[in-house]
T-cell receptor, first 115, second 116 residues
Framework: QKEVEQNSGPLSVPEGAIASLNCTYS??????FFWYRQYSGKSPELIMS????GDKEDGRFTAQLNKASQYVSLLIRDSQPSDSATYLC???????????????FGTGTRLTIIP | GAVVSQHPSRVICKSGTSVKIECRSL??????MFWYRQFPKKSLMLMAT?????????EQGVEKDKFLINHASLTLSTLTVTSAHPEDSSFYIC????????????FGPGTRLTVL
């Protein structure tokens, strides 16, 4: 079982609709959860971080965390063509200063917004 | 604006040569920086954690003698790929934390290495 799993897609969503991206992780001790967006040929850009169960909203983006189910999701409302990218889920099961801090990434979900 | 820079952005070299990649934290003194590698259509894999003034911590399977990391100042970490071979061709990306107290990371723009 992979440490962080994502559906590779591609996921196609009409412009203006809600895009839903999912991620599961295997280590129950994981502490921090992140969503990054990566355009082709570019490095990842941080979208959101989430640390507690529940929802966290930032503009058109909502991250959802369910530690009991070991599940993280990202919702993108009012999808725009510029949202077309690969979305990476990342999990950290370590702590700063403990020498075990490590971001583990999923393989990413390729999202295409159809105009 | 960018908070982490990398240089060069792209490098092509011959097999057997060494390549140095610089990663700079532009607005924050970073005692810790991270080096990742991403092969085409694959995800990012942490190679090593770079610690200012001390030895880097390498992930399992990463050869420390091949990938030399130097973090000589609070704003600069370097990765040197020694005796590069075609299988080292990849996208190398560094990152640092957004602040000293959070584990959120900002990534540099990356360096694309092609070894002929």
């Amino acid at each position: 079982q992979k440490e962080v799993e994502q559906n590779s897609g591609p996921l196609s969503v009409p412009e203006g609709a809600i895009a839903s991206l999912n991620c599961t992780y295997s280590d129950r001790g994981s502490q921090s959860f992140f969503w990054y967006r990566q355009y082709s040929g570019k490095s990842p850009e941080l979208i959101m971080s989430i640390y507690s169960n529940g929802d966290k909203e930032d503009g058109r983006f909502t991250a959802q965390l369910n530690k009991a189910s070991q599940y993280v999701s990202l919702l993108i409302r009012d999808s725009q063509p510029s949202d077309s990218a690969t979305y990476l889920c990342a999990v950290n099961k370590g702590y700063i200063g403990f020498g075990n801090e490590k971001l583990t990434f999923g393989t990413g979900t390729r999202l295409t917004i159809i105009p | 604006g960018a908070v982490v820079s990398q240089h060069p952005s792209r490098v092509i070299c011959k097999s057997g040569t060494s390549v140095k990649i610089e990663c700079r934290s532009l607005d924050f003194q970073a005692t810790t920086m991270f080096w990742y590698r991403q092969f085409p259509k694959k995800s990012l894999m942490l190679m090593a954690t770079s610690n200012e003034g001390s030895k880097a911590t390498y992930e399992q399977g990463v050869e420390k003698d091949k990938f030399l990391i130097n973090h000589a100042s609070l704003t600069l970490s370097t990765l040197t790929v020694t005796s590069a071979h075609p299988e080292d061709s990849s996208f190398y990306i560094c990152s640092r934390r957004t602040s000293g107290s959070t584990d959120t990371q900002y990534f540099g723009p990356g360096t694309r290495l092609t070894v002929l």
